[in-house]
């Protein structure tokens, strides 16, 4: 038994590993993250970024695809589902075991798309039509693009991840697309059973909050904005827990509940910490509690095993987190226009780590073209 088990079996939230790379399959150290207490994985372009480009687990696949005359992006996605798949075959236990609760994978449509709604409606459906296991979280940012998209693909059955999520205002949006998309499947006749396995997270990001807040205070420059740097991200997050609780209760939620359908779980994302001077366990310690996962880069969940502390904290002190809120916006920090810019440079994020992957694929690919291995030359 870890902490990571009790975090789940003690406060119902589940931890997931925010990372994902071909070693991690050929070696079982996925598997050994899933004894530890992982319940899912998350990736991201950028993660597959540094895990293609960082080594040469790749190389031999690669090399196939050029064989077989794929594009570069053909065989970057070819490359990705096999890292998904592995990792879904992995986890199917996990999901078999909670009756669908955990046991996910995420694969992000490509960030190209997140201001292209009918682009990442298609992106996302032929995804789960080419990974086509239940287990599988398709990520779409929560754009207001990706919105109709969100709520297309619940409509239709099929399981989300919502990511790239920092205001309030979008996160209301967000479970407004998820419950619309959930009232047209039930509206279509899909039985409680089918309506039940629709699963789906919304993705908070929250440490990227606190390093522009606190930039922000630190050009302010007065004791009372001092005072109230690395408070902002966890102050925002857990009001977005408050805006769960209320909106998955009340009539409609029950008819929706009455029906088979689950509720869409706030997934806190980009919990590691950017300034060495904060805890490194900060944004796992203070945003547990039920119905919730926490996904976390390797370097946190071992932190977490070795330090962290298993209590009840999300919902500890709701003043205190207004008060917090309103103090930031008495010294000027406007989180509307905090959240905006995090949006805008989380997906410029994303996509320049797709670009640039695409463009070591294709250094590579005219590398072997021009000095092919022993036996595949000319």
């Known amino acids: 038994m870890t902490t990571l088990h009790e975090l789940y079996d003690e406060q119902g939230q589940s931890p997931w590993l925010d990372n994902l790379r071909r070693s991690f399959l050929d070696s079982g150290e996925l598997a050994a993250w899933v004894d530890k207490g992982v319940r899912g994985v998350t990736s991201n372009p ?23 005359g794929l594009s570069i992006e053909d065989i970057y996605w070819a490359l990705v589902v096999r890292d998904i798949e592995g990792a879904l075959a992995v986890l199917r236990p996990t999901y078999d075991q909670s009756d669908g609760l955990d046991g996910y994978v995420s694969v992000e449509v490509a960030p190209s798309l997140a ?199 999300v919902d500890a002190s709701a003043e205190d987190d207004l008060e917090v809120l309103d103090r930031l916006a008495r010294v000027g920090i406007d989180l509307g226009d905090v959240t905006e810019l995090l949006e805008k440079e989380g997906v410029a994020a994303f996509e320049a780590s797709y670009d640039d992957l695409l463009g070591t694929l294709t250094e590579k690919a005219e590398q072997l073209r021009a000095d092919p291995p022993p036996g595949q030359g000319s």
């Open 46 to 68: 950028s993660i597959f970024q540094k895990a293609i480009a960082g080594s040469a687990d790749y190389d031999e696949q690669f090399a196939a695809g050029l064989a077989e």
């Open 115 to 313: 201001r292209d709604t009918e682009g990442t409606t298609a992106a996302a459906r032929d995804l789960h039509l080419r990974i086509d296991e239940p287990n599988l979280y398709v990520k779409i940012p929560g754009t207001a693009e990706g919105l109709p998209a969100i709520q297309a693909m619940i409509a239709e059955g099929r399981s989300v991840n919502v990511t790239l999520l920092f205001s309030l205002s979008r996160y209301g949006e967000v479970i407004e697309a998820h419950q619309a998309g959930l009232e047209q499947l039930v509206a279509s006749g899909a039985s409680p059973e089918v309506v039940g396995r629709v699963s789906s997270v919304a993705s908070f990001f929250v440490s990227r909050v606190d390093a522009e807040v606190d930039r922000r205070l630190d050009a302010i420059g007065s004791d009372e904005a001092t005072a109230l740097k690395g408070r902002a991200a966890v102050a925002n997050a857990r009001r977005a827990y408050a805006l769960f609780l209320e909106r998955y209760s009340g009539p409609r939620w029950e008819a929706l509940a009455a029906a088979g359908a689950k509720v869409q779980r706030p997934l806190w994302a980009s919990t590691s910490t950017k300034d060495p001077s904060y805890p490194d366990t900060l944004y796992v310690d203070t945003l547990i509690g039920p119905d919730t996962v926490n996904t976390l880069p390797d370097a946190t969940l071992e932190a977490f095993l070795d330090h962290g502390t298993v209590a009840r904290t």
